[in-house]
């Protein structure tokens, strides 16, 4: 799993400094093990989570960083049925939350960026899933065994 949250993380940090290349608001990034700060006019912190199993210790990393914050785990099926299932829980972490669902092997787009509060606000009950899953297309699935298999190589 250590492997997979560096090459996760890593991943990550090329994907937001590339974003920043005509903006240049990056001031800082300060990498840690399983998680990095960007300071633009504010602090954004990225926790990287690569399968997502046990909502109490997300949720607990997540609430220790005030404003933006950001979940990143591998856009596979089971974590995004795990968005799905724990719906609620994420919906309360507030605006300034959000999760990237990654896949860099996809050959579509490789991230989907889910803001549980504002797509809470914006979808009614019955639509809010149907939605969800049709955003989730735009990114391939990708499985854990076919991630070890590319990171351990």
């Known amino acids: 799993m250590e492997k ?4 996760l993380k890593d991943w990550a940090v090329r994907y937001i400094k590339n974003k920043d290349i005509i903006t240049k608001k990056i001031i800082s990034l300060k990498e840690n093990d399983n998680d990095f ?11 990287v989570v ?4 046990e909502i109490k210790e997300i949720i607990k990393e997540i609430k220790k960083f005030e404003h933006g914050k950001t979940l990143i785990c591998f856009h596979t099926k089971s974590n995004f049925n795990f968005l799905i299932e724990n719906w609620n829980e994420f919906v309360e972490l507030g605006r300034y939350f959000l ?5 860099p092997f996809s050959k579509l ?17 019955e639509s809010l899933k149907l939605g969800l899953n049709t955003m989730a297309e735009t990114v391939e699935f990708t499985t854990e065994e076919e991630i070890k298999k590319i990171v351990n190589s």
């Open 99 to 103: 999760v990237y669902f990654v896949n």
């Open 109 to 125: 787009d490789r991230v989907l960026s889910i803001c549980p509060y504002t797509h809470q606000l914006i979808s009614d009950e």
């Open 37 to 47: 700060v960007v300071t633009r006019e504010s602090e954004h912190k990225y926790v």
């Open 50 to 53: 690569p399968y997502l199993k």
């Open 4 to 7: 997979e949250v560096k090459f």
